[in-house]
C-alpha cells in the first residue's frame, strides 16, 4: 500500500500565478481533505471532499478551489497566488467523513515569490 | 471561532516521562487528536479519544481528557530519542478539524 501520496513535492510561484497540487489517497479511503501548514504553524483545514462534492470548507477564500475524481483523488487549485500563500501543503484522507483514520501525505511544499 | 492551544517547547531527558498539554475552546468537541510530526514528513495520527472519555492507554501513550476545563493531555513514557518531533493537539466538530499550533519535543539522550 502506497500510503497518501502528493505530487509535486516542492514548486515555486511568482505572485498572481495558479497551481494545481494533486494528492492519490491510501486503498480503501474515499474522502479527501486539504490543509495549509505555514512555517511554525499548526494545519489548517482549507476543505474536504467526498462523493466528488465538497462537503465542509475552512475559511479560505474562493482562490482556493478543488476537485475529486471518480477514483478518489483530488486536486487542490490556488489562483491569484500571493506572497502569504507559500506553506506546505498538506493532503489527508480517511475511509469516510470521520476523522478518526485520517492519513497525511508528506505535503507540497509551496513557495511564491 | 474555535481556538486550541499549546505550550511550544518541551525538553526531557531519555527514559522519563513527557506530557504535552492541550487547552480548547470548542464546548462541542466530538473527538481529540493527537499527531506526530517529523521534520520534512507529513502528520502521523499517533491517538484519538472522544470526547465523553476521560481516558485513553495505548502501549506507551496515555491521554487525559478534563471536558469540565477543556484540557487535553498526552503522557508518553519512557521517552526515547525517537520520540523527538512536533506534537499537534486538534478537535473535530460539526465535521471541521481545528490543530493547535504544535509542542515541540526535545529528548535528551
Known amino acids: 500500500d502506497a500510503g497518501v501520496t502528493q505530487s509535486p513535492t516542492h514548486l515555486i510561484k511568482t505572485r498572481g500565478q495558479q497551481v494545481t497540487l494533486r494528492c492519490s489517497p491510501k486503498?480503501?479511503?474515499?474522502?479527501v481533505s486539504w490543509y495549509q501548514q505555514a512555517l511554525g504553524q499548526g494545519p489548517q483545514f482549507i476543505f474536504q471532499y467526498y462523493e466528488e462534492e465538497e462537503r465542509q470548507r475552512g475559511n479560505f477564500p474562493d482562490r482556493f478551489s478543488g476537485h475529486q475524481f471518480p477514483n478518489y483523488s483530488s486536486e487542490l487549485n490556488v489562483n491569484a497566488l500571493l506572497l502569504g500563500d507559500s506553506a506546505l501543503y498538506l493532503c489527508a484522507t480517511t475511509p469516510g467523513l470521520l476523522f478518526n483514520e485520517q492519513f497525511f501525505g508528506p505535503g507540497t511544499r509551496l513557495t511564491v515569490l | 471561532g474555535e481556538d486550541v492551544e499549546q505550550s511550544l517547547f518541551l525538553s526531557v531527558r531519555e527514559g522519563d516521562s513527557s506530557v504535552i498539554n492541550c487547552t480548547y475552546t470548542d464546548s462541542s468537541s466530538t473527538y481529540l487528536y493527537w499527531y506526530k510530526q517529523e521534520p520534512g514528513a507529513g502528520l502521523q495520527l499517533l491517538t484519538y479519544?472522544?470526547?465523553?472519555?476521560d481516558m485513553k492507554q495505548d502501549q506507551r501513550l496515555t491521554v487525559l481528557l478534563n471536558k469540565k476545563d477543556k484540557h487535553l493531555s498526552l503522557r508518553i513514557a519512557d521517552t526515547q530519542t525517537g520520540d523527538s518531533a512536533i506534537y499537534f493537539c486538534?478537535?473535530?466538530?460539526?465535521?471541521?478539524?481545528?490543530f493547535g499550533t504544535g509542542t515541540k519535543l526535545q529528548v535528551i539522550p
Open positions: 479519544i472522544f470526547s465523553n472519555m
Open positions: 486503498s480503501g479511503h474515499d474522502t
Open positions: 486538534a478537535e473535530t466538530s460539526y465535521q471541521k478539524v481545528t
